[in-house]
């Protein structure tokens, strides 16, 4: 099926780094979300972005959705432990309810 | 305030078999949509239910149906079950003209097919 392009697949680093993931697709999306999900749960929303240039944060969290409209990143400031998990971009067109979602990055903390 | 729910939790089925997994959307929300998580992927949409139709559908065969009832909540059906329908199923419900309100998804389905 249809994925996005999600980098880096996998980080492992020391409490109170910074982290950034990225996402590209070849498509064009009106919509980008980052989610985080925990083992045995569903994914939880981060961050949405609505608008090409955007630029949106959420506590230690920030996104951008790119000028472009096929890609977009997310930073993490001054990780803690808590923040182990998968994140996961998603896109999504217009006139529709479908998201894609990129392959997931994993993220380790080292206390 | 009750988010996403989604039963049973786990499920093991046999090959050939067939699987009916239920979801209640969030309060609020009238549209359901259900995708499939395979171990160490992104989840992938199957399909989406709105009034009672299914108004978009995956890259997925025929053997994948639903349904949607009055009251909101859904069921994911699966027939003639291969052991590649092993995944996490989870359902996000939202509203379907604001789309852009959010997308909730429940705590999934983990179905073994053995």
């Known amino acids: 099926g249809q994925q996005l392009n999600q980098s880096p697949q996998s980080m492992f680093i020391q409490e109170g780094e910074d982290v950034s993931m990225n996402c590209t697709s070849s498509?064009?999306?009106?919509?980008w979300l980052w989610y985080k999900q925990d083992p045995g749960e569903g994914p939880v929303l981060l961050i949405a972005?609505?608008?090409?240039?955007e630029l949106t944060s959420n506590g230690r969290l920030t996104a951008q959705f790119g000028i472009t409209r096929k890609d977009s990143f997310l930073n993490i400031s001054a990780s803690i432990p808590s923040d182990v998990g998968i994140y996961f971009c998603?896109?999504?067109?217009?006139?529709?309810?479908?998201?894609?979602f990129g392959q997931g990055t994993t993220l380790q903390v080292k206390p | 305030d009750a988010g996403v729910t989604q039963s049973p939790t786990h499920l093991i089925k046999t090959r050939g078999q067939q699987v009916t997994l239920r979801c209640s959307p969030k309060?609020?929300?009238?549209?359901v949509s259900w995708y499939q998580q395979a171990l160490g992927q992104g989840p992938q949409f199957i399909f989406q239910?709105?009034?009672?139709?299914?108004?978009q559908r995956g890259n997925f065969p025929d053997r994948f149906s639903g349904h949607q009832f009055p009251n909101y909540s859904s069921e994911l059906n699966v027939n003639a079950l291969l052991l590649g329908d092993s995944a996490l199923y989870l359902c996000?419900?939202?509203?379907?003209?604001?789309?852009?309100?959010?997308?909730?998804f429940g705590s999934g389905t983990r179905l073994t097919v053995v």
């Open positions: 996000a419900s939202s509203l379907f003209l604001q789309p852009n309100y959010g997308y909730t």
């Open positions: 498509s064009i999306f009106n919509t």
């Open positions: 972005l609505y608008k090409a240039g």
């Open positions: 998603a896109g999504r067109s217009s006139n529709t309810g479908k998201l894609i």
């Open positions: 309060s609020g929300h009238d549209t």
């Open positions: 239910y709105y009034e009672e139709e299914e108004r």
